[in-house]
């Protein structure tokens, strides 16, 4: 009797405090395998499988509310159009080929609760690169505009290739994209828009893209993290100057620090900005009334720069002693300066030939073509031209067409030892050949100046006159 009253105690504590096991039945209709789960509010989930049609979906109860599809495979527009569950709040797509192609659009508006749509594992097209094969997403037209309650996207473990519908990625709330590749192309107006929208990327979400738009093998962007790369695009964008046009447009595959240009060509600049991107490695600023280029030498901001381009300013001089222009050309193997077009007269020659001098390996280019260089001044001239002649291949690419200001000479041609004769220093040898012709002149002199008292005044030179007055005594 114990016994049988303890196991009913048990029994009913039991049924009290165990979960409801939600109702779960399996149907088959034709083709059609979906799992259909009813939990205590009566909310419906179905889960299936294989589909190639979603309208098929319709014989489907109407108080659907979270749909999953699993290894769907949707080869156009019709295909995936929905039946209008009006209960319907989430979507999923899981490891299915999606082929949003046309311009209309399949999700409409009468679907008035859906919020939020997944898509994980899943791809639209198939491209072969260089870099193997890629199943990549991409919603090529205005797909989910339509939705009024659509608020969240996401994404998981897809290679993402863009979504190009600025309107319905402003109208979005969340937009999560966790795991998988990231087409990160930042002249692509899709991502450009992402970055204006800000979502949010897991930090296993990388950057992927084809060599193809990269300006040079030293600048990458594949296995970069993709929330890394946006936020490098927005701080680029925000610290930019006015009136310029900054971009990212790689960045070093081992260190991962990004390669920025900030372009401010053709906007009157009297002065270089003094706020540039602190990650910029370029500018240009061709086009302008620069005076003078002392902040790429100087400004903290642009301590990474190592191609500047500077050319058709008025830039009369460069006043800059060995140690600053030495950090400069030592910021990167191959440092680049476009000086060319301005109003240079004279370079620092010293410190380039110090410099080439203490660092022969060290690669760096200039350009110094279109100015009017000062070949009246000796001591310049020569020292250019050696210059040009010793290194011109290698540091001045254009070294064959710098020209003189007055005669429009090829440098490299100008006969220097004609114009400018050189003097010899003097040594050892040439002192005393100048003392023995001293010695000589003197000694001719008082020669010619003896003999003429003899004649005129019939008088000895002294030392004579005293030797034959000592032989008389004797």
Not at 159 to 180: A, P, Q, V
Not at 233 to 246: A, D, G, I, Q, R
């Amino acid at each position: 009797m114990v016994g049988s009253m303890w196991q009913l105690y048990c029994t009913t504590v039991f049924l009290l405090f165990s979960p409801v096991v939600p109702e779960t039945i399996v149907m088959h209709s034709d083709s059609l395998s979906c799992d259909i789960e009813r939990n205590e509010t009566d909310k419906v989930k179905i889960v299936c499988h294989n589909l190639d049609r979603l309208d098929t979906l319709q014989t489907l109860k109407q108080d659907v509310q979270q749909l999953t599809i699993i290894n769907g495979t949707f080869v156009d527009d019709v295909s995936l159009t929905l039946p209008p569950f009006p209960e319907l709040e989430h979507v999923i797509f899981k490891r299915s080929f999606l082929n949003f192609s046309s311009n209309s659009k399949p999700w409409p508006a009468n679907l008035i609760k859906l919020s939020s749509l997944t898509f994980e594992d899943c791809w639209s097209q198939k491209q072969r690169h260089e870099f193997g094969l890629f199943y990549e997403l991409s919603f090529k037209s205005e797909n989910f505009e339509l939705l009024p309650a659509l608020k969240t996207l996401n994404f998981y473990n897809n290679t993402l290739l863009g979504i190009h519908s600025i309107h319905l990625l402003k109208k979005l709330e969340h937009k999560n994209i966790e795991g998988g590749t990231v087409f990160c192309n930042c002249s692509d107006e899709w991502y450009r828009n992402w970055s204006e929208v800000d979502p949010h990327f897991s930090k296993e979400s990388l950057c992927y893209a084809y060599s193809s738009f990269l300006s040079g093998a030293c600048k990458t962007v594949n296995s970069i993290p993709a929330q890394t790369h946006l936020e490098t695009m927005k701080v680029t964008k925000e610290l930019c100057p006015p009136k310029c046009n900054c971009s990212l447009t790689g960045f070093k595959p081992i260190l991962k620090a990004p390669f920025v240009m900030v372009n401010c060509t053709n906007i009157g600049l009297k002065e270089m900005p003094e706020q540039i991107p602190p990650m910029a490695t370029s500018f240009d600023y061709r086009n302008n009334e620069l005076q003078s280029i002392d902040a790429l030498f100087k400004n903290p901001n642009y301590k990474r720069i190592v191609d500047a381009f500077v050319g058709s300013n008025k830039i009369e001089e460069i006043n800059i002693n060995k140690e600053l222009f030495s950090d400069f050309l030592h910021r990167k193997n191959d440092v680049v300066l476009h000086l060319e077009n301005n109003q240079l007269r004279k370079l620092p020659i010293e410190v380039l030939e110090y410099i080439i001098k203490m660092d022969k390996d060290r690669a760096f280019f200039m350009f110094l073509s279109g100015n009017p260089w000062d070949c009246v001044d000796c001591n310049f001239i020569r020292n250019l031209q050696t210059v040009l002649v010793r290194h011109g291949g290698k540091y001045y690419e254009d070294f064959h067409t710098i020209r003189c200001a007055v005669t429009n000479q090829r440098v490299i041609l100008v006969k220097v030892d004609e114009k400018c004769p050189i003097r010899r220093p003097m040594d050892t040898i040439d002192y005393l050949n100048i003392a023995v012709a001293l010695v000589f002149i003197s000694s001719l002199a008082n020669f010619l100046y003896n003999l003429h008292n003899y004649r005129t005044h019939n008088r000895l030179p002294w030392i004579i006159y005293r030797l034959r007055k000592g032989h008389q005594w004797n």
